[in-house]
């Protein structure tokens, strides 16, 4: 049982760069999130998903894209990395947007942006 | 949502019951108690949850006052496993609300 897998788990870019942050949840969950977490921030939340074909913004967005062509599959897409963008990200899935069972997180992607 | 407040840091002794409390003096009457944790370089795990009764599962008991203004989640005997950020989190389950996660407690099992 897999539950929310992220890969790669740590990454290093060139401010410019592009890439994406993969997320995948094997429990068909409709509801996927994407969140960044700061130190002594918590956790903040990037954009998310609702069910395949729909996302929406969530408190910080900008400079990130997603998409969600499939329920398993919720990937993040920086299109020109920044240092501002350093942070560890995490991908959250639940069952219904309500979370009520909770969310399953994945283990984190580590990203430095240089 | 609810804001809640926690304390910064916490410490216990290994086998003891830990206590951790949350106020949320503003919660509304449709709101419920959610706490996770984080272990260093995890990702945030689920607890437990409740709206107005004590609640109580594999891996804690989650105590809701009266008024339900504070609850107390209780680790009954924590390990040195059990050494991470707990965070309480207070939150609608109608509609696609967000989860957000304020800046928790950090709770230090010692042997």
């Known amino acids: 049982n897999a539950g929310v897998t992220q890969t790669p788990k740590f990454q290093v870019l060139k401010t410019g760069q592009s890439m994406t942050l993969q997320c995948a949840q094997d429990?068909?969950?409709?509801?996927m999130s994407w969140y960044r977490q700061d130190p002594g921030m918590g956790l903040r939340l990037i954009h998310y998903?609702?069910?395949?074909?729909?996302?929406d913004q969530g408190e910080v967005p900008n400079g990130y894209n997603v998409s969600r062509s499939t329920t398993e599959d919720f990937p993040l897409r920086l299109l020109s990395a920044a240092p501002s963008q350093t942070s560890v990200y995490f991908c959250a899935s639940s069952k219904g947007g309500q979370g009520v069972d909770g969310y399953t997180f994945g283990s984190g992607t580590r990203l430095t942006v240089v | 949502d609810a804001k809640t407040t926690q304390p910064t840091s916490m410490d216990c002794a290994e086998g003891r019951a830990a206590n951790l409390p949350c106020n949320h003096s503003?919660?509304?009457?449709?709101?419920?108690v959610y706490w996770y944790r984080q272990i260093h370089s995890q990702g945030p795990q689920y607890i437990i949850h409740?709206?107005?009764n004590n609640e109580t599962n594999e891996m804690a008991s989650l105590i809701i006052t009266e008024d339900r203004k504070s609850s107390t989640l209780i680790l009954p005997h924590a390990t040195l496993r059990d050494t991470a950020v707990y965070y309480c989190?207070?939150?609608?389950?109608?509609?696609?609300?967000?989860?957000?996660f304020g800046k928790g407690t950090m709770l230090l099992v010692s042997p």
């Open positions: 409740g709206l107005k």
């Open positions: 998903s609702v069910g395949a074909g729909i996302t």
């Open positions: 429990m068909n969950h409709e509801y």
């Open positions: 503003t919660i509304s009457g449709n709101e419920y």
């Open positions: 989190i207070v939150r609608t389950n109608s509609g696609y609300s967000t989860l957000t």
